[in-house]
């Protein structure tokens, strides 16, 4: 097991439930008077021994040049909760979460570019389909739209599914053991289309801690082989936290004032968590990958993020491999250093260094 840092810290207050959507909205406010931008820590952190890089500009996230949005596959594939349709848009590749978000509030249910093409089959080289999971208050397209065509790129069949709401782009705000529901369903037919027996899932936030209740409850830990984690909620946060997360989302302020059960469930101490936590946090025959950041203003501490050691576990941060990297929680997902990370954990045989 490799580790970056100390292990998490742990809570022990809990609020109420029925409360909870009302504290998480006045967080709001407190988190307008912290969110500024973080300073550089002074502490060296390197991953197994591995020497830092050499300093210098952290690179602006691009969209790939040239490459153009694919036409969506002419096969229909029914519909079911988290279920993709090849009547969905395909969105053009982002450089950063703002404008793919952005420019799903017009759209929804855009596909990001590389994803959910149902006639995909898995070559020898990446024989498991990778499945990407979004985050709270997010949306496949708002997370994954450099990450997708860069896997599909790579020779991966790629997939992304919407869940935790039911219409417009702020989700991932329902029951996270229904969302788990909703990711196990989308499982199965991945696995049915392409023919593979497993799946690797990549998720952001939400999306990396959900899958695991998935692995542990309802039968996952037969049918994912890896699961890698960007700024997972695996202990919670608090509600300055979640009402930080809600001030970046845009819109996402409006929903939590109305229903958010997947806020609650992600408090520090909350019923959810202690479940998911208990009786071990990782299956034996699964491997996990977290990748967190020193700078992650939503889930705190950042340390929170990791997983209990295990043989099968490794917990990193960004900063363990580029010192001067400033990426916080929303964006990571378009971070070069992190998406590195992903592929390399993906492919460890081909794996590269992350810029810097």
């Not at 502490?43 to 790939?64: I, K």
């Not at 990407?132 to 069949?157: I, M």
Request: include cysteine; glycine fraction near 10%.
């Amino acid at each position: 097991m490799r580790s970056n840092g100390t292990m998490r810290a742990r809570h022990r207050r809990r609020p109420a439930a029925a409360l909870t959507g009302l504290a998480v909205a006045a967080g709001l406010v407190l988190a307008g008077a912290t969110a500024a931008p973080a300073t550089a820590r002074t502490a060296t952190e390197t991953p197994g021994g591995r020497a830092a890089p050499t300093a210098q500009a952290t690179p602006t996230a691009q969209a790939p040049a040239g490459r153009a949005a694919p036409a969506a596959s002419g096969t229909a594939v029914p519909t079911a909760p988290g279920a993709s349709t090849t009547a969905d848009p395909v969105g053009p590749p982002q450089g950063n979460f703002l404008s793919a978000f952005l420019y799903s509030t017009t759209r929804p249910t855009a596909l990001p570019t590389g994803a959910d093409d149902w006639t995909c089959k898995p070559g020898r080289a990446h024989p498991r389909p990778v499945v990407l999971v979004h985050g709270t208050f997010e949306n496949r397209y708002a997370n994954w739209a450099a990450l997708s065509p860069e896997l599909k790129d790579d020779g991966y069949c790629v997939f992304a599914l919407n869940y935790g709401g039911s219409k417009g782009p702020v989700l991932g705000t329902g029951d996270i053991a229904a969302s788990a529901g909703q990711l196990a369903a989308f499982v199965d037919r991945v696995r049915t289309a392409t023919g593979a027996d497993k799946v690797d899932i990549v998720g952001h936030s939400q999306g990396g801690m959900m899958p695991r209740h998935y692995i542990k409850n309802l039968g996952g830990a037969a049918k994912v082989g890896r699961l890698v984690a960007l700024v997972p909620s695996n202990h919670g946060t608090s509600l300055l936290g979640l009402g930080l997360l809600a001030r970046l989302v845009p819109g996402a302020d409006a929903v939590v004032g109305a229903a958010c059960p997947a806020c609650e469930q992600q408090i520090v101490g909350s019923r959810f968590l202690k479940e998911l936590n208990a009786g071990g946090e990782t299956d034996p025959g699964v491997d996990y990958t977290v990748i967190a950041t020193w700078y992650d203003e939503v889930v705190t501490p950042y340390t929170s993020a990791f997983l209990a050691p295990a043989r099968n576990v490794s917990n990193q941060t960004i900063q363990g491999y580029c010192l001067v990297n400033t990426t916080a929680h929303i964006n990571i997902t378009y971070d070069r250093t992190a998406t590195r990370l992903v592929r390399n954990t993906l492919d460890p045989a081909h794996a590269q260094r992350p810029t810097c």
